[in-house]
């Protein structure tokens, strides 16, 4: 049974950091592309960071880039994304998912972060 379980977000000042992590269970991160996705309010599900296991290659939305940092451990069988420097357009509900794009085909329950002074 595949299971994603994000956690780490909360309220944050504009400038600030939060840590991301995420459990996975039924599956093992290192075989498969896995992503950290968002989505704000009134809005679709955005990509935010993709580690692409198979070409060791990894992408970061536009938006993110220099900011975040999407790393895994495969001994713990986890996902983190490192945010630095929050602005309050990243406020939105995260997602770990298994996968590139939306939408996943597996899906965590999601973690809050706010960015508000």
């Known amino acids: 049974d595949v299971q994603l379980q994000a956690s780490g977000g909360g309220l944050v000042q504009p400038g600030g950091s939060l840590r991301l992590s995420c459990a996975a269970s039924?599956?093992?991160?290192?075989?498969?592309?896995m992503s950290w996705a968002r989505q704000a309010p009134g809005k679709g599900l955005e990509r935010v960071a993709t580690?692409?296991?198979?070409?060791?290659?990894?992408t970061y939305a536009d938006s993110v880039k220099g900011r975040f940092t999407i790393s895994r451990d495969n001994t713990k069988n986890t996902l983190s994304l490192q945010m630095n420097n929050l602005k309050p357009e990243d406020t939105a509900v995260y997602y770990c998912?298994?996968?590139?794009?939306?939408?996943?085909?597996?899906r965590g329950q999601g973690t809050q972060v706010t960015v508000s002074s």
């Open positions: 998912a298994r996968g590139s794009l939306p939408p996943y085909a597996y």
């Open positions: 580690y692409d296991t198979l070409n060791s290659i990894i």
């Open positions: 039924g599956f093992d991160v290192s075989r498969y592309m």
